[in-house]
Nanobody
């Protein structure tokens, strides 16, 4: 079993920055794939970015060039640096992990087994 706890959400002005962190505990060896998802009110959960244990990364087109995902395998932590924030980035952000993922479906929520409770990010214009 894996437990994931997100921190770092909050409010920012458009153009500003926020950094999210996720701490993993339990069977962290299962966290071969770690990712950030988000869900805005009335919308489906969508993938934002993922990183493998070997530090291969992938981003949703909507955040490329603005967000950076990173992980520290020794500390079992996952971060998301969010720059040039836009109001449409407003959502609850979730940390997720899995020991295996179909690469073609790498940013699909159903590919991930373990989830954090989420942290709110609000961007005002």
């Amino acid at each position: 079993q894996v437990e994931l706890v997100e921190t770092g959400g909050g409010s920012a002005q458009a153009g500003g920055s926020l950094r999210l962190s996720c701490a993993a505990s339990g069977d962290v060896w299962r966290n071969a794939f770690m990712a950030w998802f988000r869900q805005a009110p009335g919308k489906e959960r969508e993938g934002v970015a993922l990183i493998t244990r070997l530090k291969t990364v992938s981003y949703a087109d909507s955040v490329k060039g603005r967000f950076t995902i990173s992980r520290d395998n020794a500390k079992s932590t996952l971060d998301l640096q969010m720059n040039s924030l836009k109001p449409e980035d407003t959502a609850i952000y979730y940390c997720a992990s899995s020991d295996s993922v179909d690469w073609v479906r790498r940013l699909v929520p159903s590919e991930y087994k373990y989830w954090g409770q989420g942290t709110q990010v609000t961007v005002s214009s």
